[in-house]
């Protein structure tokens, strides 16, 4: 699906010139309207409009349809031949909490401490991450960046409430304009009953009787039951008392929200074991879940769809957790999942791979999923899941103009994102890789 | 990967996990173990395919006749005999056996970490012909992989290419004829950066500097050994009588092979100035290089390296994972390509091997490579870097019938292998595996019932004996449990973590290629 003739692109290149020249590294004027015009647009809400017209205003979509009027005074691209749809959004990531994975300096994903529910990742999200531009280059215009997710930084292991995920836009001079939802879910790694782990004290693997790994997971579980019991009666005391007559606690504070149901858990699970337990506990704590990993969700489907607890994939491109599993056991949840009716995302889990968030649907779709649910479960789905859909996730008036045109399927591998639209400006797509692809290209031969 | 076990089966059924442990000792080859692979037919046609030769071009409609594991004919009339075994492939496209150029499969152990010179180990003697991942390959098109040593060493351990011979013993594994080699590890890994394990003092070296040093200071070693046994064998020759032989040194033995053109040097490197380095030492010793893996910097000096005639294998689009990774970029295969260097895409990891096909095409997308050259990355390129280019990386008559069979253009992410074949037998067939499952699952579950009716009856039988007053029975001693070595290859940054962590985590876990 390449671009047509020489005269088209031509015009393409003409028609963008100004807009392009304005955004070398930022984002151009907020001012502007745009109106990408003989679009085929992928809404994602109803039909496909095989000709239309988008007019982004005001950081907003102001109009999507065949029959469109282009505004007086707006920039337009003609996008014949090109493709409009809803930017991507990566619902778990750490983007711009983790730089370079092996340098603790460059690291801010994991704090210290199994309960950390008052710390934001917003808050440590670096704006001019490099991995910003690069993700967005492949057409995301939005992640969750999620705190205590492990990892290098944390020695390996991961905190039980590992703090707050901010739904962000990747593009910004400055976190502020940047967020989305500064507290979109509180993140908790459910732990596993381990008989075998390994101790980075010692750098050695260690052993140990089910009967006591049951007991030190009974132990967490326990534990997490007392915070949020707790974080109940400080709710109450809230409610009741004027802040000046009870000592705050940050740490439960954050958690009210959580017991009051308005906050999600985005609870870590993959084993089905745990995802039943990680189910019953907050179905008991009146929590609302929402699963994360979920590499045998698909062992729990019904349950996971009679309690309506929407799940966020990890990549099928994984080994499948068990040496006996089929080959392409995580290839084939998504279309079994979609089948039962349990609603799901797909996410990177990462920030070097998030561009392969789109290789991963692709995947899932040839093995059996439909296509508009891929589509769908890297834009409107996670957007619903974490009750953002009311602003991003499809191409309606009145949404945030987060989208992108392209010249064919955004999931396969070979697409290139032509134009790229954060709440309504045309956005760089200039990146680290970019440039030093130019640069060197540029190398003389050596004497 | 994880750092623990993580077993599904719940508290009160703990004692018949121990007896499963044990049953999946005794019967896991009934359960996902190869079966004996096909017997090949004498002879095969694969009919009404799109085939990719590679080497001549895109076939519409055409056929390849295999005779006795090797490609016949191929084209658009191809007449079979009537006893040939027919596979329809219609809608199909076939493309050479893909072949993985860094690899950790197949293999009991990968680092022995301990010295800054382990060249005296040899991956061949650690072959695992029942690692899971070599079906799970297999599956993903890919025919023959270069089984590579870890990278914790300046000089690792000796290396050899593979067939992905699923079911075979680790005899009928390696590639007959293909030269074996060694690995070389350059940078932040041999001088062990990310890598300190508590209470253990710092192992030279611990810079550039000195991982320069190591091979050089192996080399003198090497050309002296050489020129003891080249005096010794020319006066022996001459018929001197009573010559006593220089005392045989098995790791400088490999070295001197390196020195005499017998074995490949495949070196795991990054930066630029490593690169250069390396090529440098190679020129005064007078040795070659046969690939730079990952060279994630080779776009820096690509000019360097096609003069140098150096092939260069690499990643797609990894990168971040570590310092010497952060101007990593997925131009990389195509900027070199374009400079004159033989590029192919790698895995270093069983996952990424599943598709790499995928990961060769980004680099259509990533510098404009065209399709074929893309498809090269994958075929060609590498059975070029692993000398076996006259067996395998191509559809050509007299070729090994290495092949794989995708439902559509492999060049996509929505391809899917159908079947793989190597030497004319069918490896993998995705409708067999897929049939097979139902009865699999029957299998595992009827064992498991076995078992549990076993342990409740022993649990019974002991039961008079055991119950004390206390009603407490003793605990039973744990068989040991079966648990798969945790594998690292290389520093081994793999996208999709099972346990949610960063992918950096992999560098510092145990038992890898650290």
Redesign the interface.
């Known amino acids: 699906m390449k671009s047509t003739g020489l005269i088209f692109r031509i015009a393409l290149v003409v028609s963008a010139l100004c807009a392009l020249s304005a955004i070398a590294f930022g984002q151009a004027q907020p001012s502007t309207t745009y109106a990408l015009t003989h679009a085929k647009i992928f809404t994602l809400v109803g039909n496909t409009i095989e000709d239309g017209t988008v007019v982004l205003h005001d950081g907003k979509i102001a109009a999507v349809g065949a029959t469109v009027e282009v505004p007086a005074g707006a920039q337009v691209i003609d996008a014949k031949g090109l493709q409009v749809y809803p930017g991507i959004f990566d619902s778990i990531t750490?983007m711009g909490l983790?730089?370079?994975?092996?340098?603790s300096a460059t690291v801010d994903?994991t704090e210290t401490g199994n309960y950390n529910p008052d710390v934001v990742a917003a808050t440590a999200v670096s704006a001019s991450s490099?991995?910003i531009p690069?993700t967005r280059a492949a057409g995301i215009t939005e992640v969750l960046a999620v705190p205590g997710?492990?990892?290098?930084d944390s020695g390996?292991s991961?905190n039980m409430i590992g703090g707050q995920a901010s739904a962000i836009h990747l593009a910004g001079w400055a976190i502020d304009e940047m967020l989305i939802k500064k507290s979109a879910a509180m993140a908790l790694?459910w732990p596993?009953?381990?008989?075998?782990?390994?101790d980075?004290?010692?750098?050695?693997?260690k052993?140990k009787?089910?009967?006591e790994a049951?007991q030190e997971y009974d132990k967490q579980v326990n534990e997490l039951t007392d915070w949020l019991e707790r974080a109940r009666h400080y709710a109450q005391v809230m409610e009741k008392g004027s802040p000046a007559k009870y000592d705050r606690d940050l740490k439960l504070e954050a958690l009210v929200p959580v017991v009051r149901g308005e906050l999600p858990v985005l609870v870590?699970a993959?084993?089905?074991?745990e995802i039943r337990n990680a189910v019953e506990f907050c179905d008991k704590q009146k929590l609302r879940m929402i699963l994360?990993?979920g590499?045998?969700a698909y062992k729990v489907k019904d349950l996971l769809r009679s309690k309506g607890i929407p799940v966020i994939l990890?990549?099928?491109?994984?080994?499948p957790?068990d040496?006996?599993d089929?080959?392409?056991r995580l290839l084939l949840q998504p279309a079994e999942l979609a089948a039962a009716g349990v609603t799901f995302a797909i996410a990177?889990?990462?920030?070097?791979?998030a561009?392969?968030l789109?290789?991963?649907a692709?995947?899932a779709?040839?093995?059996g999923l439909p296509y508009e649910e891929a589509l769908k479960a890297v834009t409107i789905y996670p957007a619903r899941i974490f009750g953002l859909d009311d602003q991003i996730g499809t191409i309606e008036q009145g949404k945030l103009a987060n989208l992108i045109v392209t010249n064919g399927d955004p999931?396969?591998?070979?697409?290139?994102v032509k134009y790229l639209f954060i709440r309504g400006q045309l956005t760089s797509m200039d990146n680290?890789?970019?440039r030093?692809?130019e640069k060197?290209?540029k190398?003389p031969?050596?004497q | 990967m994880k750092?623990?076990?993580?077993?599904?089966i719940?508290?009160r059924n703990?004692r018949i996990?121990n007896l499963l442990c044990v049953l999946y000792v005794v019967f896991?080859p009934i359960?996902?173990r190869a079966a004996t692979p096909p017997d090949a037919p004498a002879v095969i046609v694969i009919q009404n395919a799109t085939i990719l030769t590679v080497s001549h071009g895109t076939i519409e409609h055409g056929s390849i006749l295999i005779k006795d594991g090797k490609i016949a004919e191929v084209g658009q009339s191809v007449k079979a005999p009537k006893d040939a075994q027919v596979i329809d492939a219609a809608g199909q496209f076939v493309i050479p056996g893909i072949i993985d150029c860094h690899s950790h499969i197949a293999a009991e152990s990968i680092n022995e970490g301990s010295v800054s010179v382990s060249s005296m180990v040899n991956m061949a003697e650690i072959l695992n012909p029942e690692d899971?991942?070599i079906?799970?390959d297999l599956?993903g098109g890919v025919t023959a992989a270069n089984i590579l040593h870890g990278s914790a060493n300046a000089i690792g351990g000796q290396t050899l290419v593979i067939k992905l011979r699923w079911g075979q013993p680790a005899a009928k594994l390696p590639f007959e004829g293909a030269l074996p080699g060694i690995k070389f590890a350059l940078g932040?890994n041999p001088k062990r950066?990310?890598f300190s394990?508590?209470g253990q003092p710092k192992r030279y070296p611990a810079t550039r500097m000195g991982v320069e040093e190591t091979i050089r200071g192996a080399f003198s070693e090497a050309r002296d050994y050489k020129k003891a046994w080249d005096d010794h064998n020319k006066r022996s020759a001459a018929g001197e009588k009573n010559l006593i032989p220089p005392r045989r040194d098995l790791r400088l033995e490999p070295l001197v092979e390196v020195l005499e053109g017998k074995r490949y040097v495949h070196s795991h490197c990054y930066r630029e100035d490593e690169i250069l380095m390396l090529l440098r030492v190679a020129k005064e010793f007078g040795f070659k290089v046969r690939t730079f893996q990952h060279v994630l910097e080779g776009?820096?000096v690509?000019?360097?390296l096609a003069a140098a005639g150096v092939g260069a294998s690499t990643f797609s689009?990894?990168?971040?994972?570590?310092?010497e990774?952060?101007?990593a970029?997925?131009?990389n295969a195509a900027?070199m390509t374009r400079r004159g260097v033989i590029v192919s895409i790698n895995s270093d990891d069983?996952?990424e091997a599943?598709?790499l096909n995928?990961e060769a095409?980004?680099s259509?997308?990533?510098?404009g490579l065209s399709h074929d050259e893309a498809l090269k990355m994958v075929t060609l390129n590498p059975a070029m870097q692993l000398g076996i280019d006259k067996r395998a990386g191509t559809i050509d008559v007299g070729k090994d019938a290495d092949l794989a069979i995708y439902n559509r253009d492999p060049?996509?992410?929505?391809?899917?292998v159908q079947k793989t074949l190597i030497d004319g037998r069918v490896y993998f067939d995705r409708q067999r595996?897929?049939a097979e499952?139902a009865d699999?699952e029957k299998e595992?579950k009827a064992l498991i019932d076995k078992f549990k009716k076993a342990a409740e009856k022993k649990a019974e039988e002991k039961k008079p004996d055991t119950a004390g007053p206390s009603g407490q029975k003793p605990?039973e001693k744990?068989p040991e449990?079966k648990?798969?070595e945790v594998k690292k290859p290389e520093?081994k940054?793999k996208?999709?973590?099972?346990?949610?962590?960063?992918?950096?985590?992999i560098?510092?876990?145990?038992g890898g290629a650290l």
């Open positions: 750490q983790r730089e370079i994975g092996a340098v994903s490099e991995h690069v997710s492990g990892g290098f390996g991961s790694h596993e009953i381990e008989t075998q782990t390994f980075f004290a010692t750098f050695s693997r052993e009787p089910y009967s049951k870590f993959d084993r089905s074991r994360a990993g590499e045998e990890r990549p099928m491109l994984t080994l957790p040496e006996d089929p080959y392409d990177s889990f990462d920030n070097s791979f561009r392969r789109g290789q991963n692709a995947n779709v040839a093995h999931l396969e591998l070979t697409t290139d680290r890789h970019l030093l692809y060197y290209s190398r031969k050596p | 750092s623990s076990s993580r077993f599904s719940h508290a703990f996990l896991f359960l996902a899971i991942d079906y799970r599956a932040e950066s990310n394990i508590p776009y820096k690509a000019d360097e689009d990894w990168w971040a994972y570590k310092v990774a952060y101007d970029i997925p131009y900027l069983a996952e599943t598709h995928q095409a980004k259509m997308k990533y510098g060049l996509s992410g929505y391809a899917v595996d897929i499952r699999r595992k605990t744990k449990e648990k798969p520093e940054p996208p999709p973590q099972s346990d949610g962590t960063d992918s950096a985590t560098g510092v876990m145990p």
